[in-house]
């Protein structure tokens, strides 16, 4: 929204890592050096670290427990909700353009968003056959948590034309992300397996693992590590329309090459103000480690 980090007095370290991982960090450098100890991992805030920062604001999740304490502090506190649509993503853009003064960005940001939505939904009602069975690991290693109903990951495969296992009449019981076994993994067999970048899971940790060999998608090769740009792509941000395309791609090859690496640069030039290299592009679209994948060229630079 700020294009900047001058508004930011500190973040998550959660976010930090991101930044630091991903192509933020190159972007703007300054971000790195904000405070990043202000919450626990599960988001329970550090009072007395963000009250020496003395902001004008805090951005919390909606949770009485996590809000609560701030509140008592007397800082000012901007709450948050996620429920797993596109809607909710509007929302934030719609309160951070308000309170940075700028709420004509939100509509531009809306608006393009809008576009590539549709555009989506469209070659989704367009096919005549099913698309690909799609399970994604918000955590691959140590521990296997997938997403279920009323995530933003159930959103995004269903939007392309997937269908999620893990929201389904075999699916899990609960909603968001959800701890699963292997055994209930095996027993859908997904076509598709997306591993996202809260670990350090890479295809190559499937396919090296005999455990997943009986697996559709390792023995057709189709794992692949969620791109990882200004921010991850596999929770809801500012680049989800990106991911929405890296999807449909990776599910529903054409042979052709996408065209995603033109709408990466015309997007962080309009988010940003800058267009990553081709090695930076490399580098968001994890072509090294997803690279012996199926289909996964077509992301190559022309």
């Known amino acids: 929204m700020d294009q900047g980090a001058s508004h930011l007095a500190g973040m998550h370290n959660s976010s930090w890592v991101a930044m630091r991982d991903g192509a933020m960090g190159t972007m703007c450098p300054a971000a790195l050096n904000l405070p990043h100890d202000i919450a626990t991992t599960d988001f329970t805030p550090n009072v007395e670290s963000i009250r020496a920062l003395d902001p004008d604001v805090v951005v919390q999740w909606s949770d009485s427990q996590l809000t609560a304490p701030l509140e008592q502090a007397g800082m000012k506190v901007l709450g948050i909700t996620l429920t797993g649509t596109q809607q909710d993503v509007d929302?934030?853009?719609?309160?951070?353009?308000a309170m940075l003064g700028r709420p004509e960005r939100a509509v531009q940001m809306k608006a393009r968003s809008d576009e590539e939505l549709k555009a989506i939904q469209a070659e989704a009602a367009a096919r005549s056959t099913p698309g690909p069975s799609i399970v994604y690991f918000n955590r691959f290693s140590g521990g296997l948590k997938v997403a279920a109903r009323d995530s933003y990951n159930d959103f995004y495969i269903k939007l392309v034309g997937g269908s999620n296992p893990g929201s389904g009449p075999q699916g899990v019981q609960g909603s968001g992300l959800v701890g699963v076994d292997i055994e209930q993994v095996l027993a859908w067999d997904p076509e598709i397996i997306l591993l996202g970048n809260f670990d350090e899971a890479m295809p190559g940790d499937v396919y090296g693992n005999p455990v997943w060999q009986s697996v559709s998608a390792a023995r057709?090769?189709?794992?692949?590590?969620?791109?990882?740009?200004?921010?991850?792509?596999?929770?809801?941000?500012?680049?989800?329309?990106?991911?929405?395309?890296?999807?449909?791609?990776?599910?529903?090859?054409?042979?052709?090459r996408t065209v995603l690496r033109e709408k990466l640069g015309d997007y962080f030039d309009f988010l940003y103000g800058q267009r990553p290299s081709a090695a930076a592009t490399d580098k968001i679209l994890w072509t090294e480690v997803n690279g012996t994948s199926a289909n996964y060229r077509q992301f190559d630079a022309s």
């Open 220 to 256: 057709s090769r189709r794992v692949y590590k969620v791109p990882l740009g200004g921010y991850r792509w596999d929770p809801p941000s500012q680049e989800s329309p990106l991911m929405w395309r890296w999807l449909s791609d990776i599910s529903f090859p054409s042979g052709n």
């Open 91 to 97: 929302t934030w853009t719609s309160l951070f353009a």
